[in-house]
Antibody, heavy 121, light 105 residues
Framework: QLQLQESGPGLLKPSETLSLTCTVS??????????WGWVRQSPETGLQWIGSIYHSGTTYSNPSLENRLNMFFDTSKSQFSLRLSSVTAADTAIYFC??????????????WGPGIGVTVS | DVQMTQSPSTLSASVGDRVTITCRAS??????LAWYQQKPGKAPKLLIS???RLASGVSSRFSGSGSGTEFTLTISGLQPDDFATYYC????????FGRGTRVEV
């Protein structure tokens, strides 16, 4: 059974870089046609798609975040990661990693991690 | 960006009720629309994709319809486990979510 689990710091200061990792079990992050993504949720902005990464390593980001965002795999650990630079209070949110349904970078999110709360203060 | 507008924002209902939630897109998205259910402290759960396709394991109480700019999620025979917040998501042009509809007792 596919399981995803986010990990990373819960508290950052403004201008720091947020680094989050999603550990996947029950599937290979590099299996064919696999898309993985990040979504965040805050009371102010609701649910927001952050970006997605294809099994090949190709990424596609929300235009509003792409100049601060980097996503990559660590295949040896069955993980994919997010780095968001120059964070501000507006980046305070619950961050979810997820597996997309395989039809594209911005398709439906089939399976989700439980989420991790991140505060910028 | 394609803006997604859900209505109502809150809906009061009772067990057994038939409930309808509407999602409107700011431009046509064909049937590239999904619905999710979220309970407090949990991740969203996929219910429906392509506007009407029930996700695996989801109760047939849930149904979706619509195309273009107007979509509905219907819950037939509301059960206690269905009290939650429901979100629509368009994935035709990038990906954006509605602000949610809370179904409360």
């Amino acid at each position: 059974q596919l399981q995803l689990q986010e990990s990373g710091p819960g508290l950052l200061k403004p201008s720091e870089t947020l680094s989050l990792t999603c550990t996947v079990s029950g599937a290979s992050v590099t299996s064919n046609s696999a898309y993985w993504g990040w979504v965040r949720q805050s009371p102010e902005t609701g649910l927001q798609w952050i970006g997605s990464i294809y099994h090949s390593g190709t990424t596609y980001s929300n235009p509003s975040l792409e100049n601060r965002l980097n996503m990559f795999f660590d295949t040896s650990k069955s993980q994919f990661s997010l780095r968001l630079s120059s964070v501000t209070a507006a980046d305070t949110a619950i961050y979810f990693c997820a597996k997309l349904d395989g039809s594209g970078f911005t398709s439906v999110f089939q399976s989700w991690g439980p989420g991790i709360g991140v505060t910028v203060s | 960006d394609v803006q997604m507008t859900q209505s109502p924002s809150t809906l009061s209902a009772s067990v057994g009720d038939r409930v309808t939630i509407t999602c409107r897109a700011s431009q046509s998205i064909s049937t590239w629309l999904a619905w999710y259910q979220q309970k407090p402290g949990k991740a969203p759960k996929l219910l429906i994709s392509r506007a009407f396709r029930l996700a695996s394991g989801v109760s047939s109480r849930f149904s979706g319809s619509g195309s273009g700019t107007e979509f509905t999620l219907t819950i037939s025979g509301l059960q206690p486990d269905d009290f939650a917040t429901y979100y629509c998501q368009q994935y035709h042009l990038s990906s954006t979510f509605g602000r949610g509809t809370r179904v409360e007792v």
